[in-house]
């Protein structure tokens, strides 16, 4: 399975009642449709999947598998705390016609998550999953990180074929790439780092940022790829100002803002999230003034 592009980490709209409104999924998906998007990823962490009920979660997955177009690959995030909650989610993805599992790493016991931990749980979950998985590192959230050493050892592992990189750090992907096998895929999921992070050999990127300006990230990967390498750099400029301000700052809340400013249904975050304040909201609409016309509009 080629995973080379961008994958937008989608957002679960919110009603005004605090419901999962999938009225407002299926017109994003609709939306993202008509761009060169490799495919979706689903309740990861930009999901708000965590807040989210299990009855919830799996009618995000069933909504999106029903919208998505033809040829878009499918990766649902199903990591959980057990090994075992891990596999049965996995495995209900695999049953709603998921291409791919997104496993991200357990953290709640972490002083005794050492390497071996990692490499059982990870090994236990491949072996029962009927799909491909994808290892998923995310320490500013989880407060744990998937080092080199360990992804080398589950590199090896016949069903894990690629991993999320969300650490920000470009040494660290360099490093994983250069450790595992030439064919697994390793995807980026920090905007601020996508160009670099090609140029050393990732195979495409998951951001929060391509489910508010997909056009933008999608732009940077085929410039990239095209060894158009000016207009690679002056886009890239663009995309660090927008993942500082639109995602390190602001937050979930600010990617929903964004795409609500865009043609696109983000509405606001589930609390304990707490919206943007006035303020945030002033310096996202002056910075998205300055981006080219949406190529969305409800």
């Known amino acids: 399975m080629d995973l080379s592009g961008v994958f937008p980490a989608l957002i679960t709209p919110f009603a005004g009642d605090g419901s999962v409104s999938l009225a407002d999924l299926k017109h994003n998906i609709q939306q993202y449709n008509r761009i060169g998007l490799a495919g979706y990823v689903v309740n990861g962490s930009t999901g708000e999947s965590v807040l989210l009920s299990k009855a919830e979660a799996e009618s995000v997955l069933v909504t999106v598998k029903e919208v998505a177009a033809p040829g878009k690959k ?3 995030g199903t990591g959980a705390e057990s090994t075992a909650e891990t596999i049965e989610r996995t495995r209900r993805a695999a049953e709603l016609g998921y291409d791919a599992a997104l496993v991200k790493t357990p953290y709640y016991y972490k002083p005794v998550y050492k390497p071996e931990v990692y490499i059982q749980h990870y090994r236990r979950v491949a072996d029962a999953s009927p799909i491909p998985v994808l290892l998923y590192s995310v320490p500013q959230f989880t407060g744990v990180a998937l080092e080199p050493p360990e992804v080398a050892v589950l ?74 390498q000016e207009r690679a750099r002056e886009l890239h400029t663009v995309i660090l100002r927008a993942s500082k301000l639109v995602v390190s700052e602001c937050g979930i809340a600010g990617v929903k803002y964004a795409m609500d400013q865009r043609g696109l249904r983000g509405g606001l975050p589930r609390l304990p999230l707490l919206p943007l304040k006035d303020e945030q909201k002033k310096r996202l609409n002056a910075f998205l003034e300055i981006l080219e016309p949406a190529v969305m509009r409800a």
């Open 74 to 76: 499918l990766i649902a």
């Open 155 to 228: 590199a090896g592992q016949p069903n894990i074929i690629g991993m999320k990189e969300s650490s920000g750090n470009v040494q660290r992907v360099a490093e994983i790439i250069a450790s595992a096998p030439p064919d697994f895929q390793v995807l980026v999921g920090s905007a601020a780092t996508v160009y670099p992070s090609l140029t050393v050999g990732a195979r495409g990127a998951i951001l929060a940022l391509a489910s508010a300006l997909p056009e933008k990230c999608v732009e940077l990967y085929q410039f990239i790829r095209q060894g158009q």
